[in-house]
């Protein structure tokens, strides 16, 4: 009997795809908006790298926050909608194993962010030059960070049962973590008790150790980075991939 992966892999890409202006090129125009907004005002005003320019500094930071919220965004709806429009029943009846359903999900939702990503990067060099000094840490801060949301929306897409709980989980979680993780900011910027609560928030690790992939230079080292992100991911596959293998809120 053949596997029902490839086909919820499809469905999960076109799913996005298909409606790409809501899910590609809104989070593009918002990106723009920021850097407009910020770059204006800020340029002249405040210096956090030497000899890197505000505007610089800010892209790589539009560019994790963008790809963060879309890949998280990508699993939560998609669970949401097949719960509430009746059809998660055809997730479960056919010879689809937990691991797949885990490995479609977070696969689609990287492929969603790492999509906005990329066309963030693309529209922000009409504005300004963005040096690239070490390509292999952005990719992999990148893929990480995507798959860390990818599988923070599949736990999320399991534990709402209706849109205002997942609602809840973006608005008191996943929004103040994304906006406090230094995407418009240094950290050293801030007084210490915030320093060390940014610390303390693994998204900053994930838009730290990608900036350093563009500029070689950071807020914290990116090996120590590179750790945090790395286990920060592990953890949480490991916890959908055993709610899954549970049926928690599938098959009970």
């Not at 719960?83 to 056919?94: A, D, E, K, Q, T």
């Not at 609560?197 to 980075?225: K, M």
Request: with cysteine.
């Amino acid at each position: 009997m053949g596997s029902g992966f490839p086909t919820l892999l499809r469905k999960e890409l076109l799913r996005f795809w298909k409606v790409g202006l809501q899910t590609v090129a809104t989070p593009v125009l918002s990106a723009l908006m920021y850097l407009l907004i910020f770059a204006h005002v800020l340029e002249e005003r405040v210096s956090i790298y030497h000899d890197i320019p505000y505007t610089s500094f800010l892209i790589p930071g539009l560019m994790m926050m963008s790809m963060l919220q879309n890949s998280f965004a990508n699993p939560s709806s998609s669970l949401i909608q097949s719960r509430l429009s009746g059809n998660l029943v055809f997730i479960l009846l056919p010879p689809l194993s937990y691991r797949e359903i885990f490995a479609a999900y977070v696969l689609a939702a990287m492929a969603r962010g790492l999509c906005v990503g990329i066309s963030v990067w693309v529209v922000a060099l009409f504005f300004t030059d963005l040096p690239l000094h070490n390509p292999l840490w952005v990719i992999l801060f990148a893929v990480m960070a995507c798959g860390i949301m990818g599988t923070l929306g599949l736990i999320a897409g399991l534990w709402s049962e209706k849109f205002d709980q997942l609602a809840v989980f973006q608005n008191f979680l996943i929004m103040p973590a994304t906006f406090l993780s230094g995407v418009f900011y240094s950290i050293h910027s801030l007084p210490p008790f915030w320093q060390a609560v940014s610390y303390w928030n693994p998204l900053f690790y994930t838009i730290d150790g990608f900036r350093y992939g563009f500029f070689t230079q950071s807020d914290a080292s990116p090996w120590h980075s590179l750790a945090v992100v790395a286990g920060v991911f592990i953890l949480l596959c490991l916890a959908s991939l055993r709610l899954l293998a549970s049926g928690y809120k599938l098959r009970n």
